[in-house]
Structure formats: C-alpha cells, structure tokens
C-alpha cells in the first residue's frame, strides 16, 4: 500500500511531462492517490499531458482551468471540484511559479513596478490565494506543499524571481502559524535547477545548469525530476505529521557547502 493510499490531492502546474508538477501527480498516483489537476493557460495541453501519467489514457485525472491570479476562477474552484467528485482533499501541490522576462536575466535595477508586482503575484501571492481557495475542502486537515528555490542567496540572473521566492518562503511560515490549529501543515521544497520549461525560459539559466552537477556533493541530474518528486509526496503524506513551515533542500547538497569546489 502506498503513503498516499485513499488521499485526494490537487497538483497545479502541469503543462509537459517534463514538469516538475507531473512528476508529482505521476509519483502521487503510483503511491495511492486520487489525483486533480488545475491547468493555466493551456487546458487543452496540460489534458494531453494528463493522459501520460499511470492511470493511463482512459482514465486521466481531471483537469480544471485556474489562473491562480484570477479571483473569479479562484472562487470557483470549491465549486469546480465538486463537480469532479472531490467534495475533500488531503493535499495541495504549488507548482507554480512566473515572472516577466524584464524581472530576469540581469534586469533587477530596471524592472518596472508592474512586472515585479506579477512576478510577486504569481509566484508568491498565490500560495495563499490557492491554498484558501482549497480550505473548505481540508476540514478534517491536510498538506500543502510548494515549490522553492533556495532564496538564501542571489543567484545570477535569477532576479526579481529570487525575491518572489524569498517573499513564498515567508508566506509558507506565516501560512503554517495560522492553519496549524486546524491541521493544516505548509511544507516547501527547495529544488535543484532542472530541464522545464520554465527554466528554459529564464535567461542564462544554464549557468546554474552547467555549475550545479559539478559542485553539490551528491551530484544533480538537471533531467531527473524523481528525487524532488518524491519529496514533495512525502510532505503530502502522513509522514512528517508535526512538520510545518520548513523547507526541504532536494539539491544534490548544494545549499550546504561554501564556495564550490569545481
């Protein structure tokens, strides 16, 4: 039986196989979960892609259109759920993350307002407008887990971008003091650099691609999305029951070393 046998979880950001969401929803299912899937901004791709994962082409989880900063779509989201035949979920997954291409690459002293309020909007804002919109569906407690990027640090290129993860690693702790006392446990994962599109999208990110592999102490496999998968379906299992407002490093050992030693 697997650590997710009879769970309900809800995993956003699936777009291609190559997402770090569908690595989630993938291992989630192989350990027993009922999996849903939200979809922004292409439904019509992420179903296709829902079609890949183990429950197989004939029996794709479902797929709800939600652009997590639009407030109407939020609002509909308990709704929307029902309808699908989730009247309960056990876990939420936040895999989403955007910013403007003025907010990155070596921009930082000359990105607008706007586009760093989008960036914060989407990237970090947005673990607490998904998360509310789910609670109705948590009664009984749950987890909810999001995807980090080390933001003890400024990392070349990575920018405004940076800063929204600094802001999402605060907004879980605050998220994890006030739903704690009804059961709620909020969780990130700190990833390596890995091949998705939306690293592709950022530009030089193969700079961190390239140092990575060479300098974490245990290696990282800029393709393999299994480690931090399994991470995340770990934190939404009842595993780490007392375990809220902490951030799980799955980066080969990076984060814990000095200057590389490449």
């Known amino acids: 039986m697997g650590i997710l046998e009879g769970k309900r979880i809800l995993v956003t950001g699936v777009l291609t196989d190559a997402s770090i969401g569908f690595h989630v929803a993938r291992v989630a299912q192989e350990q027993g979960a009922e999996v849903v899937l939200t979809a922004y901004p292409r439904p019509t791709l992420t179903a296709r892609t829902a079609k890949r994962l183990p429950s197989g082409p004939e029996n794709p989880p479902p797929v709800i259109e939600l652009d997590v900063m639009n407030t109407e779509q939020l609002n509909a989201l308990e709704g929307n759920l029902r309808e699908h035949g989730f009247d309960h979920l056990d876990g939420v997954m936040h895999a989403i993350g955007f910013a403007p291409q003025t907010a990155l690459g070596g921009n930082f002293l000359e990105t607008p307002w706007e586009d760093v309020a989008t960036a914060v909007h989407a990237s970090t804002y947005s673990l607490k407008s998904l998360t509310m919109a789910c609670l109705p569906l948590m009664k009984g407690g749950g987890s909810v887990v999001g995807l980090d990027f080390d933001a003890t640090k400024s990392w070349p290129v990575y920018d405004w971008m940076g800063v929204a993860k600094a802001g999402l690693e605060s907004c ?91």
């Not at 890995?194 to 102490?217: Q, R």
């Not at 990282?220 to 009842?238: F, H, N, Q, Y």
């Open 172 to 262: 879980a702790r605050y998220l994890a003091k006030y739903l704690g006392p009804q059961g709620i446990r909020v969780n990130l994962v700190a990833a390596g650099p890995l091949a998705t599109m939306a690293a592709k999208s950022i530009p030089g990110f193969e700079g961190m691609t390239e140092l990575w592999p060479k300098a974490a102490p245990l290696g990282w496999d800029i393709k393999d999305s299994e480690p931090t998968a399994r991470a995340c379906v770990a934190l939404l299992s009842d595993w780490f029951p007392a375990t809220s407002g902490e951030i799980v490093h799955v980066d080969g050992g990076l984060h814990s070393i000095g200057a590389p030693d490449v």
